[in-house]
């Protein structure tokens, strides 16, 4: 393909992009007023983003196996069109009960649209060339990133409008990617018979759902350690025996095991795994830093985290150029994870009164290192498999991130709830108010509603919660840096 097809058809594809991130960010400064309006709880807020990374994370590895047995063009518009409906439906949701199911179909075609995207990138351009157009991907997920929150504050702070318009914003973009890409992209099918291993991909679901139900749920209905966390964590990990060995003996496995014999693969993807932890904890927490320990609009809580989307809009989109020039890539990754875990380490000491200035340096920091590794551990993991295994490969990368998101956000969405609910209770029996009198407990606060000294114990606990949750964020990014140091470079092919 010449660049001018490349770029048509490129274009499509940052449609599907920017419409997958935009579902998963616009939501994110209009949570704590859709889970108040619905009468939900900290359990509900974290729940309505898990369950879009929870099935957005099943259904990548299948995505990513069908890509590499059917039309590529035919599997992202399906995803689109998956995408629209449980927008659609998820506008019109009376409970957050009804707002989580609906995310879990979101989920599905976000998992497509993210994976497809990156399967189809490598499809039309061969390694070397492919950094620049990377770093186009990179530059549309802050885009969206940054846009999303914006826009949702903007709709949520809207007479007329409101929340239920996060949802229903995003299907225009996603009906003209339809059109785009019916138009402007052209890839050969190369047909294989084979046989989906629906065992697989049913036993890994189950396994990660279990997982993350147990880490929502412990320490809020049960204790850490108690016969519900035996059950659930040994059932977990015997349905993640059990995948694995029903993937040694699949005739075509949703996830070759062999893949993981290459070193590259093996830490890319735990990396992965660990700059999900960090990434979505930082997306997803900083709406209710802004908005419920510093008193921000929904408006404005999306202008505040500009700094990080800056940060990674330059370093994503500088990395993808210098890379393409010359070949090489690892010192990015390095870079990225020294960033990112200082960035974290720093974020760890905000308060509900720290000056923004130094919240935005911290933000900005953070922003360059997500933007320096998440598109360059695909690369890498890319450059180093054949092409029939381009799609799986690519998938299980996305996979372990947006795995490690959905237990960061679950993990740390419960150390949340737990952290702010004892801070709060601290300062209220410093005041002499009796915490189970006040009012105060369960669903997320009104903070308008309250008086002044209860209001400003509530920010402090939310200022110091969120705080809490980027210092259990970071040795995630520590870990992610550690394993980059280990991957051996080999120079990106300049062909497929």
């Known amino acids: 393909m010449t660049h001018s097809e490349i770029m048509r058809a490129l274009s499509g594809l940052l449609l599907g992009m920017f419409t997958a991130i935009l579902s998963s960010t616009i939501v994110t400064n209009a949570l704590p007023q859709i889970v108040s309006d619905l009468g939900g709880s900290q359990s509900a807020y974290t729940w309505v983003v898990t369950a879009t990374l929870l099935s957005m994370t099943a259904s990548m590895p299948i995505w990513?196996?069908?890509?590499?047995?059917?039309?590529?063009?035919?599997?992202?518009?399906?995803?689109?069109i998956i995408y629209v409906a449980g927008s659609i439906v998820a506008g019109l949701s009376q409970n957050s009960g009804m707002l989580i199911a609906v995310r879990v179909v979101q989920g599905l075609g976000v998992g497509g649209l993210t994976g497809l995207s990156q399967i189809i990138l490598a499809a039309m351009i061969p390694p070397r060339e492919r950094g620049r157009y990377s770093g186009y991907l990179g530059a549309t997920f802050a885009v969206a990133t940054v846009s999303g929150p914006l826009i949702g504050g903007v709709l949520t702070d809207t007479p007329g409008l409101g929340w239920r318009w996060c949802f229903y914003i995003g299907v225009p973009f996603a009906v003209l990617a339809l059109i785009v890409l019916h138009r402007t992209l052209r890839l050969p099918t190369v047909r294989r018979e084979v046989r989906i291993d629906w065992a697989g991909a049913l036993l890994i679901t189950a396994a990660v759902s279990l997982l993350l139900i147990w880490v929502t749920l412990a320490g809020d209905q049960y204790a850490w350690a108690s016969v519900e966390t035996a059950l659930m964590v040994g059932g977990s990990i015997a349905l993640a025996v059990l995948f694995l060995v029903v993937?040694?003996?699949a005739s075509d496995p949703i996830i070759?095991?062999?893949l993981f014999r290459v070193r590259t693969i093996t830490l890319t993807s735990v990396a992965s795994l660990f700059v999900g932890v960090a990434m979505f904890s930082g997306t997803v927490f900083f709406g209710q830093f802004f908005q419920l320990a510093?008193?921000?609009?929904?408006?404005?809580?999306?202008?505040?985290?500009?700094?990080?989307?800056?940060?990674?809009?330059?370093?994503?989109?500088?990395?993808?150029?210098?890379?393409?020039r010359t070949g090489r890539w690892k010192y990015w990754l390095v870079t990225g994870g020294v960033f990112l875990?200082?960035?974290?380490?720093l974020l760890s000491s905000i308060r509900y009164d720290t000056p923004?200035?130094?919240?935005?340096?911290?933000?900005?920091?953070?922003?360059?290192?997500?933007?320096m590794m998440m598109q360059n551990l695909v690369l890498a993991t890319q450059n180093q498999v054949e092409p029939?295994?381009?799609g799986v490969a690519s998938s299980v990368v996305a996979f372990f991130r947006s795995f490690g998101g959905a237990i960061g956000v679950s993990a740390l969405g419960a150390l949340l709830a737990n952290r702010v609910t004892s801070y709060s209770e601290d300062g209220l029996r410093t005041l002499g108010i009796n915490p189970a009198q006040s009012g105060t407990g369960g669903s997320i606060p009104d903070m308008d509603t309250l008086p002044g000294p209860v209001r400003t114990v509530l920010e402090s606990a939310y200022g110091h919660g969120v705080a809490d949750i980027f210092l259990f964020a970071a040795p995630a990014a520590l870990v992610a840096l550690l394993l980059t140091l280990f991957v051996r470079e080999v120079a990106l092919r300049t062909h497929h």
Do not use: C, N
């Open 64 to 80: 990513g196996k069908l890509a590499d047995l059917y039309s590529k063009k035919t599997l992202i518009q399906i995803s689109l």
């Open 247 to 249: 993937e040694s003996r």
């Open 256 to 258: 070759p095991l062999r």
């Open 294 to 324: 510093r008193d921000q609009s929904a408006t404005m809580s999306g202008v505040m985290t500009i700094p990080m989307i800056a940060g990674l809009f330059v370093s994503s989109t500088v990395s993808g150029q210098v890379i393409t």
């Open 341 to 345: 875990t200082a960035a974290l380490g």
């Open 356 to 371: 923004y200035w130094h919240v935005a340096l911290f933000m900005a920091l953070m922003g360059l290192g997500v933007g």
């Open 388 to 390: 029939k295994d381009l």
